[in-house]
């Protein structure tokens, strides 16, 4: 039951970070050491390509689908992605490691800026020179450069940083930043071409709920309670699950598939799947969440309680002075993000990430943590995939930006994506 200043109090003594939190403690097997590298390369770099958190899914989504794509092209296992295997005349023995380092390092050094190139190029170097030169390596290296030039091409014009127009608040209801905010600085997801979807809206959910509707009344309610700065209702552990989980989810999640991929004896070829998989799971979730978000321009809990005696609705109190959890006036730092209600990034995101690693390994128990920069070296713990699924939805709840059916809506998109994955891609070969 905390107050305004309890809220700082709930976090003093931490350090908070923007940064990704880099893992530590032992992190591979000889096997997949390179593949584990790279992956934590990319998720690095990626941020630095484009830091905020719906901005960096498709960098790290094109890396881990190329390096799938150069594994794949050597065990041939499994459907690739993109890369068209005929073309390649591979010797038995390939290099996994120099496919892997090829295919990831020749698709980041296309993104980053020219800065960045250099300490790439390095790390390229080093991991070559841990492999034995001759036909093996060179193999491995045809491989991952076919790999990352069929990704390159396929998102050659995607809709990346595409010019958008913001739609104009007219009607009760209708998003708005938050008086003195800031507008949405990657509109643009929404309109990216999809990885794996057939078109944005594939999955496209019915919407928020009516204005004048009880079940409205009662999430305006709830959220206006539970997700104020001053709650007397939200608990200490869920404040801090709130601010915990207001970190990017590209940080958050591959640094759990890098430790799964150890502790549940992935081989090279599986763990580049799976990583694969979770990534462009993830960017389609973005993809998808961000079409929703302006087709429906729903407001966020901040505007509507400030506004409700514009909503049509005898159950909703006007608050003109609420504030939610997430405020500049705590620590950490925090505030309403500056785009649309419905339906949760969040939800979206890491709903197809946890459901496609729950069909990947065939179930929903896994024992895992899960770190956040928010409170660095204080995981959250998880016995099962969905705990975190639902976890994350009440989250949302408790930091006072987003309606439930945002966050409910949001996870169910995700689900669909990763069922639209198991279906339609990396079939295995018979």
């Not at 905010?181 to 809206?201: K, M």
């Not at 200490?236 to 207001?246: R, S, Y």
């Not at 590209?250 to 694969?276: K, P, Q, Y």
Request: include cysteine; charged fraction near 20%; proline fraction near 7%.
């Amino acid at each position: 039951m905390l107050a305004a200043g309890a809220v700082t109090a709930a976090v003093s003594g931490t350090t908070v970070s923007a940064a990704p939190q880099p893992s530590t403690g032992a992190l591979s097997t000889a096997d997949i050491d390179v593949l584990l590298e790279w992956n934590l390369i990319a998720q690095g770099e990626t941020v630095l390509i484009r830091p905020t958190a719906h901005g960096q899914a498709r960098g790290i989504a094109m890396v881990q689908g190329a390096v799938y794509d150069a594994v794949n092209a050597i065990d041939r296992g499994h459907q690739p992605y993109l890369l068209d295997l005929e073309t390649l005349d591979l010797a038995p023995g390939a290099s996994h490691d120099a496919a892997i380092a090829t295919a990831a390092h020749h698709v980041l050094v296309a993104l980053v800026a020219a800065g960045r190139v250099a300490a790439l190029d390095a790390a390229y170097d080093a991991t070559l020179l841990s492999i034995p030169d001759g036909p093996g390596e060179d193999d491995g290296v045809a491989a991952g450069e076919a790999a990352a030039a069929a990704m390159l091409a396929a998102r050659a014009d995607d809709g990346y940083l595409a010019p958008f127009v913001f739609p104009v608040a007219t009607e009760p209801g209708d998003w708005e930043p938050v008086p003195g905010g800031a507008y949405d600085p990657d509109p643009w997801v929404g309109g990216l071409d999809p990885f794996l979807l057939d078109s944005a809206s594939q999955f496209r959910s019915k919407g928020p709920l009516k204005l004048t509707s009880g079940a409205y009344a009662k999430e305006f309610n709830e959220v206006k309670e539970i997700g104020s700065l001053t709650s007397t209702t939200r608990t200490a552990d869920q404040t801090t699950a709130a601010i915990f989980w207001q970190f990017p989810p590209t940080a958050l999640w591959n640094r759990v598939f890098r430790e799964l991929s150890v502790s549940e004896g992935l081989d090279v070829v599986d763990g580049s799947r799976l990583l694969a998989q979770v990534n462009l799971a993830a960017a389609d979730g973005a993809t998808a969440c961000w079409e929703e978000k302006y087709y429906w321009n729903f407001w966020r809990p901040t505007m509507a309680i400030r506004e409700a005696d514009t909503d049509g609705n005898r159950k909703t109190v006007a608050d003109p002075t609420w504030t939610p959890l997430f405020d500049v006036t705590t620590s950490p730092t925090l505030t309403t993000p500056p785009f649309p209600d419905h339906p949760s990034g969040h939800g979206c995101v890491s709903g197809a990430v946890l459901h496609t690693a729950k069909t990947f390994f065939g179930t929903d128990k896994m024992d895992f943590e899960v770190h956040s920069g928010r409170f660095p070296g204080q995981p959250r713990q998880f016995s099962t995939f969905s705990s975190a699924i639902q976890e994350i939805v009440d989250s949302r709840v408790w930091g006072g930006i987003h309606f439930r059916t945002a966050d409910e809506e949001g996870a169910v998109i995700g689900k669909k994506i990763a069922r639209w994955l198991d279906s339609n891609y990396f079939q295995p070969v018979e």
